[in-house]
């Protein structure tokens, strides 16, 4: 009886514990869908995404936030759904979905008919700070290849940059909606240039 007792109390407080410890969420970069617009119109090429290139210092599950002190903090209970690089990728995968009328066809069979645009991103900044601002800083390339598959198919490059901050409200929730609404910024910026370009090759990338 006398072990028992400390045994039976050493159990409760590890349960209490448990039960106390903070719960783990997972967020996404992924808005959540809504219908296409109406005023849009097939894009005169076909679209592959590329994998993206993402900053090493957040390209990891927890969320990293950016502090006053010029430190970064790793939230361990505030996690992304997939790594970085790829919630990145889904997320401007969609939009750029949406704003050209048509599905991403990376690794699929394309018409031999119809040129191809290649969209390539490098994520050089993606920063976080709560209850301030979301920012990301990108370098994307367009490639396009003419009709035909074979070594004389034409095919011409442009390659930008986008800096793009996005106030966020209080919370991390807010956070994320941030980012999420500068994705969709990027997403603006890369299909109205790349519709411009793929018709006026001499057109060069948005001030």
Known sequence: MTLRKPLLM???ALGLTACASTPTHY????APATPAPANVSQAPFQFEMQPVLMAVQVDQPPLVIRQGNGSLAILENDRWGAPLGDEFHDALTGQLERRFGSRDLAGLPKQSDQPVLSVRTDVRRFESVPDQ??????????SLRGA???PGAKRQ???CSSVIRQPAGIGMENLVIAHQQAVSTLADTIARTASQWSR???ARCPS
């Open 10 to 12: 050493l159990a409760c």
């Open 27 to 30: 967020y996404t970069l992924i």
């Open 133 to 142: 601002y979301a920012l990301i800083d990108v370098v994307w390339n367009l």
């Open 148 to 150: 035909g598959s074979g």
């Open 157 to 159: 490059t442009l390659t």
């Open 200 to 202: 006026q090759p001499d």
